[in-house]
């Protein structure tokens, strides 16, 4: 087992519940802002580090006393505003994405707090006085999930958001020990579920099938799981809304889906019809699939073991995970293709040094550049409100019917349009030749210079 799992990825999987209740401890002594006026909750992040924040929102998705959002994308949704509290989550703490949603909050008011291990977001966070959670670093993001969910959990309690105990840790931790200890390497293997199913699933496709409720980030971290640690192939989708489409796929050529290995996570709580749909679709399905196996959550039944049962799904995909790597001779941790399109995406940008006045290269990111311009931004913003502020009424009716549209080099910056669009309301258009549309005006200026005269001096 050690000749593959090099850096020990089931040791970390084994870990996650120890991770739970130390961050909980550490938690309770820390001191996290109250919210004043509660809407809806955005949680950003990326692969590793938002499969925290999916999990919280099925957890709470029942009892939850506001919506909760997921954004893994580069901007805040059009609604966030200075009454929606946003938490931004990187472990490593350089996620563009995430680094360029924790300016936009800045921007835009909302109440922010950061969860990560380090690097720039948790500077970026002392340097605008943004509350941070920074836990343990040094191992990777997926690996990291008990010490991102909790603090998750803990603030939701806090706002008064969903109610989170002390028991309802310790319940958890204490079941998803007993989950490690039956799975572990040094127990025995014709017990371990996991060790089993990753046997099975060897030279197969996983297709992962949950409920749209508590497991269905479950689901999806198994895919990610069999993607990362695997480097497999996966594919996970929800009842009842599969029921209504990806069914019929298993209608095509024996030779497409002889590979597909049917894997069904159910819990207790899923809608009865889901239930039985599960049942129905072992059933048929199975003799279409090179396999299939229907999995039932394991922890006590209603809201005191949610977080217990969410657990046991989440822990087994884990496992199993290692356990498919090993069979395939790979190690677990490292994701190379993932870190090259990461040092593909950077940018080299050249010029003088403004310090030593000698010319010099230099690589960026987006994220990196989106911090530069920030200041300017915040300018352009000022004015073009000002502007709208003071245009007469019958001037500013067809500008709301027409809209603002955007020319010069600044209007290509990727984005520009939408955040004009979000803080004035008023819709926002690139023109179609932005850069010749200032040379165009300013050739049509020039040849009208008495009355481009006469207009700046009645202003």
Known sequence: MSEEDLSRMLDLVAKIPDHIEESWRKMKQSKMPALGKKGALIICGMGGSAMAGR????????????????????????????????????????????????????????????ITAGGRLAREAEKYGVPAVVIQGGIPPRAALGLILTPLLYLVSTWRLYQVSDEDIESAARRARKLVEKNSISGDATASRSLQLAKRLYGKTPLIYSGHGLLASAAYRWKCQFNENSKSMAFANNFPELGHNEIMGWDSPERLRADYFLILLRDAEDHPRVQRGMEIMHKTLEPLASGAVLIDS??????????????????????????????????????????????????????????????????????????????????????????????????????????????????????IDKLLTQVTGVACHIAEDPLLCVVRGTGVALENLDVYKRSIARK
Not at 94 to 99: A, G, K
């Open 55 to 114: 999990m919280l929102r099925d957890l709470i998705r029942q009892e939850a006393s506001v919506p909760i959002f997921l954004e893994s994308s580069y901007s805040l949704p059009a609604f966030a505003d200075k009454n929606t509290p946003v938490i931004c989550i990187s472990y490593s703490g350089d996620t563009e994405e995430v680094l360029e949603c924790f300016q936009n909050a800045l921007l835009r008011g909302c109440p922010t707090v950061a």
């Open 298 to 415: 394991e922890g006590d039944p209603g809201r005191s073991g949610r977080l217990a049962r969410l657990l046991s799904i989440v822990l087994l995909g884990d496992f199993t995970s290692v356990y498919l790597a090993v069979e395939y001779g790979k190690d677990p941790t490292p994701i190379e293709r993932i870190d090259r399109l990461k040092e593909e995406l950077k940018m080299e940008v050249r010029g003088r040094d403004s310090i030593s006045g000698l010319p010099r290269m230099i690589e960026v990111t987006s994220s990196e550049i989106t911090q530069a311009i920030q200041l300017p931004l915040q300018m352009i913003i000022g004015v073009v409100k000002g502007v709208l502020e003071e245009t007469p009424p019958e001037l500013a009716s067809d500008i709301i019917d027409k809209g603002i549209v955007l020319a010069g080099g600044t209007s290509l910056l990727r984005g």
